[in-house]
C-alpha cells in the first residue's frame, strides 16, 4: 500500500468513526427532542381517555377517548414518514389496539415533502451511466405521487433501453394456447410499451427512519417494565415493523415482488395483471417499472361501477383468494387506492377467422362466393387510454360517470385489475397457515370452541392469555351466531366475524402472529370492497373452485410431499364441507332447515 493510499485509508476510518460514534449519536439526539416536542402532549392529555360514557356510535369507546385518538393521529402525521408509517401498519393490527383507532389511523395518507429533481437526475445517470438527456424520450418533471419513502414520475424510456423480453404479451404461460382469444372468451392480454413509471426513494430517508427506529426501540422497552405490558411483546413488534421499513426502503425486493406476482398469474385466466418491472435497470434507491394507465379503484366505489360491479367485486376476490390459497404470496397493501381499473377490448374475429368462416358456410350452403358474407369488425377507433381519460375527467360527476360506463360497456370493454405498489407481501409459515385455515374452515362447521382453544394454544405468548375458557367460548358464541343466521353464508359479512374475532382477541391478550392478523384484516378489507360492489358477494363461494384446483394440485405425490401434513389435513376438511354446501344450496330451496336441523354439518 503505498503511503497515499495509507493516508486516504485512515481518513476514511477517522471519518466513519466520527459520523457514527459523534455525528450521528447527536444528530438522534436532536430527532428524539423533536418528537419529544410532538409526543408528550399526547401522553400529557391521556386522562382523556376516561373521560365519558361508552357509546354505541363510538364502538362501545368513550367520546373522550375519541378525541385523543384524533390527537394522536394528526401528531404522528407532523412527526414524519416513520411514523406515518406506522400509523398505517398499527391500524392493520385490529388484536392490539381498538377499532375506532385503527380505523383513524388506516386513514393517514403518505404524503410526503417532494425532494428535489436534481437529486432524481442524479439517481438516474447513476444507474443509466449516460447523461439525463439520453435516458429519455419524454420525462415528466412534475410528480405524479409524492409519499413518505419515494416519489414517482412517467417518462418514457428511449429504445435501446428496453430489453426486448420486456415487451412481450402477458397471461401467455408457457403452453401456446391453440385457440386465440376470440375463440376462447378471454380478454387481450396486455402488452408493455415504453412507457414507464420511475420511483425514486428521498434522499437521506434511511439514516432519518433508522434514528426513528432506535429511539422507538428506547421506548418499546421501557414500555414493556410497566405493569400488564407484557403480553403486547412491544420491542418484538418494533422489529417486525423495522424489518417492514427496511423491505420498503429497498426497491429491488418491490421489483421482485411485482416479477413474482406476474408469474404467479400468467396462466390464469383472471383478468389481473401487474406493473412489469425492468430489474436490469432497477436498484435499491430506483425501480423502473410499466406505466399503468388506470383509475384507483376508490373512484368506483364512490361514484358506483355501473355495469361492472359485480365483474369488478368477483374478480378482485378471486385474484386475493388465488394468492392466498394458492400461492402462499400475498399483496400486503391491498387498499382502494393501490388496485386500479384499466379497460381492455373484448376480442372480436379476425379478418383470416372471418375468411374461414365464410368459406365453410358457402361450401355448407352451397351459395356462389358474395352470397354469404360476415361483416368485418370495424377497427376500434378507441384506445383504452381515451377510455380512462375520459372517465378520468367525469370523476367528479357520479352520473355522467355511470352513463360513460354504460356506454364503455355496451361498446365491449372488459375491465381489467391492477395490483401497483407490491413492496410489502405476507407469505404464512406452516403455523400461520395452519392458524388461518382452521379459523376459516371454523366458521364453516361452526366450531368456534375447538378454534378459540387452538388459537390460545398456537399464539405468541399462550402464558400471558387471560381467562383462556372464557376466550373459547366467546369464540363459539360469534360462530354460533352465523349459524342462527343463516346457511347461506353470502348473506354474512365474513368481516363483522373476523372483527369480532380480533375484539376478543385483544381483550383476552391473546397475541397472533403479524403475518397472521395481516391476512385476516386483507380479507376485511378486501371484503368489505368487494361488498361495497356486489352486496351479494359469497366469499366462500369464491373460494370453492379454488380450493378445488389445490385439491388437483394435492393430488400429485410430488405436491403432497412438498405440503405440511397440517395443511393437508385442513384444506381437505374445508373443502369437503364447501362441496357439500354448494350441492345443498343447488339442491334444496330452503337451505335454512338443514343448518336448523345439523343435516350438512359433517363430523369430519
Not at 376470440?182 to 434514528?211: C, D, F, G, Q, Y
Not at 386475493?320 to 372480436?348: A, C, E, Q, W, Y
Not at 405468541?460 to 343463516?486: C, G, W, Y
Request: glycine share 6%.
Amino acid at each position: 500500500m503505498s503511503p497515499s493510499e495509507s493516508d486516504r485509508s485512515l481518513l476514511g476510518r477517522i471519518l466513519t468513526f466520527l459520523r457514527e460514534r459523534l455525528i450521528e449519536p447527536i444528530l438522534t439526539a436532536k430527532r428524539f427532542v423533536y418528537l419529544c416536542c410532538v409526543f408528550v402532549p399526547v401522553f400529557l392529555a391521556a386522562p382523556m381517555l376516561l373521560v365519558g360514557q361508552p357509546e354505541e356510535k363510538y364502538g362501545g369507546d368513550k367520546w373522550g377517548a375519541v378525541w385523543w385518538y384524533g390527537f394522536l393521529t394528526s401528531q404522528m402525521q407532523r412527526a414524519g414518514p416513520t411514523f406515518i408509517k406506522l400509523a398505517q401498519w398499527a391500524a392493520s393490527r385490529a388484536d392490539l389496539f381498538p377499532a375506532l383507532l385503527c380505523e383513524r389511523m388506516g386513514a393517514l395518507h403518505s404524503r410526503g415533502k417532494a425532494h428535489s429533481l436534481s437529486h432524481t437526475k442524479k439517481v438516474i445517470q447513476e444507474v443509466f451511466q449516460r447523461p439525463f438527456e439520453e435516458v429519455f424520450e419524454e420525462f415528466d418533471e412534475i410528480p405524479i405521487g409524492t409519499g413518505a419513502i419515494a416519489q414517482v414520475y412517467r417518462a418514457t424510456l428511449k429504445q435501446d433501453l428496453i430489453p426486448p423480453s420486456h415487451l412481450t404479451p402477458k397471461r401467455q404461460g408457457k403452453r401456446k394456447p391453440v385457440l386465440p382469444p376470440a375463440l376462447r372468451n378471454e380478454p387481450i392480454p396486455s402488452v408493455p410499451t415504453a412507457s414507464v413509471a420511475i420511483k425514486v426513494l428521498h434522499p437521506h430517508v434511511t439514516k432519518m427512519i433508522n434514528r426513528d427506529l432506535s429511539i422507538m426501540a428506547f421506548f418499546a422497552n421501557v414500555i414493556t417494565l410497566f405493569p400488564g405490558m407484557q403480553w403486547l411483546s412491544l420491542p418484538e413488534e418494533v422489529a417486525v415493523f423495522g424489518q417492514m421499513m427496511h423491505e420498503q426502503l429497498d426497491l429491488r425486493i418491490e421489483a421482485e415482488n411485482l416479477a413474482t406476482f406476474e408469474k404467479n398469474f400468467e396462466t390464469r385466466k383472471l383478468p389481473v395483471t401487474f406493473p412489469r418491472p425492468l430489474k436490469i435497470w432497477s436498484t435499491k434507491d430506483l425501480l423502473v417499472e410499466e406505466f399503468e394507465n388506470a383509475l384507483p379503484l376508490e373512484l368506483f366505489l364512490k361514484n358506483g361501477g355501473g355495469p361492472y360491479n359485480d365483474t369488478l367485486a368477483e374478480v378482485g376476490l378471486d385474484a386475493f383468494l388465488n394468492m392466498l390459497l394458492l400461492d402462499n404470496f400475498v399483496h400486503s397493501d391491498l387498499h382502494p387506492g393501490n388496485i386500479m381499473i384499466k379497460f381492455t377490448r373484448r376480442p372480436g374475429p379476425t379478418l383470416e377467422m372471418e375468411k374461414s368462416w365464410t368459406s365453410i358456410l358457402k361450401r355448407i350452403s352451397g351459395t356462389v362466393p358474395g352470397v354469404v358474407d360476415i361483416p368485418a369488425s370495424p377497427p376500434p377507433t378507441v384506445t383504452p387510454d381515451d377510455i380512462v381519460n375520459d372517465l378520468r375527467i367525469l370523476s367528479g360527476e357520479p352520473e355522467k360517470w355511470r352513463a360513460a360506463l354504460q356506454r364503455v360497456h355496451e361498446q365491449g370493454w372488459l375491465p381489467e385489475i391492477v395490483f401497483v405498489d407490491a413492496g410489502l407481501v405476507t407469505t404464512l409459515n406452516t403455523v400461520n397457515r395452519k392458524n388461518f385455515l382452521d379459523l376459516f374452515r371454523a366458521v364453516a362447521e361452526f366450531d368456534g370452541y375447538r378454534a378459540g382453544v387452538l388459537m390460545v394454544e398456537r399464539c405468541r405468548t399462550p402464558e400471558l392469555a387471560i381467562d383462556v375458557e372464557t376466550f373459547a367460548l366467546r369464540m363459539q358464541h360469534i360462530v354460533l351466531n352465523v349459524k342462527r343466521k343463516t346457511f347461506s353464508l353470502g348473506q354474512i359479512k365474513i368481516s363483522d366475524i373476523l372483527t369480532e374475532v380480533l375484539k376478543a382477541v385483544r381483550k383476552h391478550h391473546v397475541k397472533m402472529e403479524g403475518d397472521f392478523v395481516n391476512t385476516v384484516i386483507s380479507i376485511l378489507l378486501l371484503e368489505g370492497i368487494g361488498r361495497q360492489l356486489d352486496p351479494d358477494l359469497d366469499l366462500f363461494k369464491s373460494a370453492l373452485p379454488i380450493l378445488r384446483q389445490l385439491g388437483r394440485q394435492m393430488s400429485t405425490q410430488e405436491t403432497m410431499t412438498q405440503l405440511p401434513s397440517g395443511d393437508v389435513g385442513a384444506f381437505l376438511k374445508l373443502w369437503v364441507w364447501m362441496e357439500a354446501r354448494e350441492l345443498a344450496s343447488a339442491a334444496f330451496v330452503n337451505a335454512d332447515d338443514l343448518v336448523k336441523y345439523d343435516w350438512l354439518t359433517p363430523a369430519i
